[in-house]
């Protein structure tokens, strides 16, 4: 696991340091600690976010800036990279369909003096790319690209905010070679639309008010409480339903998750009355989310198209409280 997300652990150290005073070397030697604590079950990635919740020292690691990375250099897990390369295969185009939706994909291998990488355009991007003239030997960058493994390949694809550009190129096709093998499911090759189960550690709760105001009646969404729907008129239908977005962390990769109602009570190991008092009083809320870094949950659920259309995030369907590590 050593090495695997280097650079963005020591860009992760350096803000860390500066921003607390904590020697780099000291905060490394906590880094390795918490990895080590979790025998292996958390990538050093992970293990940074915790360090910085332990010390109370804010970390924008999801907003990292882009850096230029050779192909030959990519490996799982990197993301807000930039890459220029050249298209040495191109497959035809091929359509799918995922319930009643059609859609459409342009596979593509990109070649550099250090390697080569496949890229994949979906739907519009199919579109842009065809207008782009795309074949064999077209200049491609792309800025904000990420990394994911897939079929046992590196796969390179949009991160959130990306944008790319294509040179013209000669219209053949030389098909790109895609092998089969299967491997487990893991945050860090899952796809939108499969139903995977994992053992995870949290390691952030992301920002929201915790849950929300739904009618049962009706569906509307009021602001606020009320005894009659403002929207169908209904008596007391009403109700506040917890919603609990988390990062996870399976060893492998970190993920985004989300647990409503049942599997929110269970994570927090609360009753819904405590959760909803203590995340309506911000101090309380802070303390209650600090006792869930470093919880480990068994969980399982399907994955979904995250908000920025690239990433994969877990709509948990049941989740367990398997243990705790922290300091
Ligand atoms: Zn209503």
């Not at 695997?4 to 020697?23: N, T, Y």
């Not at 807000?80 to 497959?91: L, T």
């Not at 309380?284 to 920025?308: A, H, I, P």
Request: charged share 30%; proline share 3%.
């Amino acid at each position: 696991m050593s090495g695997k997300l280097d650079f963005s652990l020591e860009e992760a150290l350096q803000l860390m340091s500066e921003k607390s005073g904590v020697a780099k070397e000291e905060l490394q030697q906590k880094v390795k600690e918490k990895v080590e604590k979790f025998s292996g079950l958390l990538t050093e990635q992970g293990a940074v976010v915790l360090v910085s919740k332990d010390l109370r020292i804010p970390l924008p690691y999801l907003e990292k800036k882009a850096m230029h990375v050779p192909l030959g250099k990519l490996q799982n897990g990197m993301a807000n990279i930039d890459i220029k390369g050249k298209v040495s295969a191109i497959n035809p185009i091929k359509t799918f369909s995922k319930g009643e939706k059609e859609g459409k994909y342009l596979a593509v291998k990109i070649k550099d003096e250090s390697g080569e990488a496949l890229f994949t355009f979906w739907n519009e991007q199919v579109d842009d790319a065809q207008q782009k003239q795309i074949g064999m030997d077209s200049e491609v960058t792309i800025q904000n690209a990420r990394v994911k493994t897939f079929n046992n390949q590196l796969q390179l694809s949009l991160g959130f905010n990306a944008t790319y550009t294509i040179t013209p190129g000669k219209q053949e096709v030389r098909n790109v070679a895609v092998e089969k093998p299967r491997e487990a499911i893991t945050f860090s090759n899952a796809q939108a639309g499969q139903f995977i189960q994992a053992k995870a550690s949290i390691v952030e709760v992301m920002p929201g008010r915790g849950y929300y105001i739904q009618c049962e009646g009706c569906k509307a969404k009021p602001r606020q409480l009320e005894e009659s729907c403002s929207s169908c008129g209904r008596q007391n239908t009403v109700k506040q339903r917890l919603l609990l977005p988390l990062l996870l962390d399976d060893g492998f990769s970190t993920m985004r998750a989300v647990a409503f109602e049942e599997q929110a009570m269970q994570i927090w190991g609360k009753k819904k009355e405590e959760i909803v008092a203590a995340l309506d009083d911000e101090k309380e809320k802070e303390k209650m989310q600090l006792e869930l870094m470093g919880k480990r949950l068994e969980v399982s659920g399907k994955t979904k198209t995250g908000m920025d259309n690239v990433s994969v995030e877990l709509l948990i369907g049941s989740a367990r409280v398997i243990g705790f590590q922290s300091e």
